[in-house]
């Protein structure tokens, strides 16, 4: 086989939404569809992977919309405002939808940290076990102040 044998036939475009820091941006793939010889059939190079199966979302606008809502607090219609405002026409069910997805993920992270003994709790409090108790010294605000103990 030689570089004469090959012929790119075509372009096949694929678009994902992707999230950048303070903006929303659509990415464009593009696979040449090629065909070998002059009997072969044509064969497309596939885009890259997506985080789900069908959707048009990239993993940056996924964990950016989860980002915004956990811990910046802000709630999906607001979301749903800016990217009407960035010019992209997106329901909020579908946003309701991604994050229902994305929380199914990452429900095993959550799980295994929630069961496990040896794992801090939110705001690095440790989980009450019968083997190990641990103490949490704080020191209070002021310079040279006195470790209290909870």
Do not use: N
């Not at 964990?63 to 219609?77: E, I, S």
């Amino acid at each position: 086989m030689s570089l004469d044998d090959v012929e790119v036939i075509t372009t096949r475009s694929t678009f994902r939404l992707a999230q950048r820091r303070a903006s929303y941006q659509v990415l464009e793939y593009r696979c040449p569809v090629i065909k070998v010889s002059a009997d072969a059939v044509p064969q497309a190079a596939s885009a890259p992977a997506t985080l789900f199966d069908g959707s048009l979302a990239d993993v940056s606008f996924i964990a950016g919309m989860l980002v915004d809502k956990f811990c910046y607090h802000l709630p999906l219609y607001r979301q749903h405002q800016r990217l009407l405002q960035a010019g992209i026409p997106l329901s909020r069910t579908t946003l309701t939808q991604q994050v229902a997805r994305a929380a199914a993920l990452l429900s095993p992270i959550h799980l295994a940290m929630v069961l496990s003994p040896d794992q801090p709790r939110g705001h690095g409090t440790w989980p009450p076990t019968a083997q190990s108790r641990r103490v949490r010294t704080e020191t209070a605000a002021k310079p040279g102040g006195v470790p209290v103990q909870s």
